[in-house]
Nanobody, 116 residues
Framework: QVQLVESGGGLVQPGGSLRLSCTAS????????VGWFRQAPGKEREGVAS????????YYLDSLKGRFTISRDNAKNTVYLQMNSLKPEDTAVYYC?????????WGQGTQVTVSS
């Protein structure tokens, strides 16, 4: 069964850190460009970061550069999103997406809440 599963979300205080994981089953993630997206209540889903499958180039939402880092561990079939210096406005459901020119998969999302 083809599946993407996110994990690592939770409640964290402002200034804290979380590392989200996106693990694939039923397919090999290293053949896909993987992206992290987030959707806050009442807002549209926005792209946060992505990492390419070929050269490993990464891209970030401009406002997040320097705080978030995307990486991949092909041996674990997993892509990570390290989030540091978290702010209340980072509160959202975070989704990962794996895609090629022909197919796209989405995970079910993981909640991140930044609050004191």
């Amino acid at each position: 069964q083809v599946q993407l599963v996110e994990s690592g979300g939770g409640l964290v205080q402002p200034g804290g850190s979380l590392r989200l994981s996106c693990t694939a089953s039923g397919f090999t993630l290293d053949s896909y460009t993987v992206g992290w997206f987030r959707q806050a209540p009442g807002k549209e889903r926005e792209g946060v970061a992505s990492i390419s499958n070929d050269d490993g180039d990464s891209y970030y939402l401009d406002s997040l550069k320097g705080r978030f880092t995307i990486s991949r561990d092909n041996a674990k079939n997993t892509v990570y999103l390290q989030m540091n210096s978290l702010k209340p406005e980072d509160t959202a459901v975070y989704y990962c997406n794996a895609g090629t020119s022909f197919v796209t998969y989405w995970g079910q999302g993981t909640q991140v809440t930044v609050s004191s």
